[in-house]
């Protein structure tokens, strides 16, 4: 049972989520006053009193990266300076993830500066959600969790009760995800294949392995950043020949041109998480929003209850597994 000692914080990143996450919870989001300075820097001062509690912390450190980031860190040395049990940071979505090692010499490990950055502010655990490196995990020297949503959208799609679909990877890197939603959901695997024609130069899709044509193409990756390389992707399935695409994201940043990509695509659908909140700016006609409230506020409370969630995911699957069973049996409508 939930008690008194969860208190759980928001910074300003994600209000809504947090705000979805303490109600289904049944908590009251513990009052934190967040303000910047005119000069940019930024004051936090937790309204509450935390000693001997178990806190949360959810912040993703989404656009504005580096302000967010800060954000949280300050959060976190506020709340290690006022006597808590345990301090948690939950991050939806975690910044710096792309640079998850070094390419070419004299390059930062930008994500294990940040998680050491984390861990140093007072985070005693951290909870992520498919983070772009999985390595990521392995960076922080405190308790850390990456929990996938893969099996959530697995399940949206098996819902729809779609017929000839096949799971498509956008590149080679996203392949490992791309063949667990077609185990899932019992679909073939195609795999778009990028190539540069020399050093240094753009990256282009051209090339598919696999049968796309007059199926219903499910384009799957972790995040949507300009959207170059998912739309034009798109468009390529089409000139191949598929029937319909939909892409499942699970961050939707969509910095640059993306909202306008999206628009001018084939895409029929893109589905994304509220992982990073989703402004009206970022919202188009074929962009669905669907909520990681409840698989964040599940998580939150078997960490404070000290249950695995395990149970939780084979519940999942299982589900997963009776759909699928319905569409194989062809118990699914034109």
Do not use: W
């Amino acid at each position: 049972m939930i008690n008194n000692s969860l208190k759980i914080i928001s910074g300003t990143a994600n209000e809504p989520l947090a705000r979805e996450v303490a109600k289904l919870l049944k908590v009251d989001l513990t009052p934190v006053e967040i303000k910047r300075f005119t000069d940019g820097e930024i004051y936090v001062h937790i309204e509450q009193s935390v000693r001997g509690s178990d806190v949360y912390v959810i912040q993703p450190t989404s656009p504005d990266v580096n302000q967010n980031l800060m954000e949280l860190l300050l959060i976190l040395d506020a709340l290690k300076r006022s006597s808590p049990t345990m301090i948690t940071a939950v991050i939806p979505y975690f910044g710096y993830s792309r640079q998850d090692r070094r390419t070419i010499p004299r390059e930062p490990i930008s994500a294990k500066l940040v998680a050491d950055m984390i861990t140093k502010a007072g985070a005693g655990r951290v909870m992520m959600f498919d983070v772009h490196a999985a390595q990521i995990q392995g960076f922080f020297d405190v308790a850390s969790d990456n929990i996938e949503y893969l099996p959530f959208f697995a399940e949206h799609i098996l819902d729809r009760r779609l017929k000839n679909v096949v799971a498509v990877s956008p590149d080679a890197g996203g392949v490992a995800n791309t063949r667990q939603l077609a185990k899932h959901i019992n679909a073939p695997l195609a795999i778009i294949d990028k190539r540069r024609t020399h050093a240094g130069a753009k990256a282009k899709v051209g090339y598919i392995i696999g049968e796309v044509r007059d199926k219903i193409c499910i384009l799957i990756d972790d995040m949507i950043d300009t959207a170059g390389t998912i739309t034009e992707a798109a468009k390529l399935l089409k000139k191949k020949g598929a029937k319909q695409v939909l892409v499942y994201a699970t961050h939707g940043v969509f910095s640059g041109k993306a909202i306008a990509r999206i628009k001018a695509s084939p895409i029929q659908e893109m589905v994304v998480t509220n992982t990073i909140e989703q402004t009206r700016e970022k919202r188009a006609r074929n962009i669905k929003v669907v909520s990681i409230a409840q698989l964040i506020r599940e998580t939150i409370r078997s960490n404070h209850e000290g249950r695995p969630m395990g149970k939780y995911f084979d519940e999942i699957y299982e589900r997963i597994y009776k759909k699928r069973k319905k569409v194989e049996d062809g118990l699914i409508e034109d």
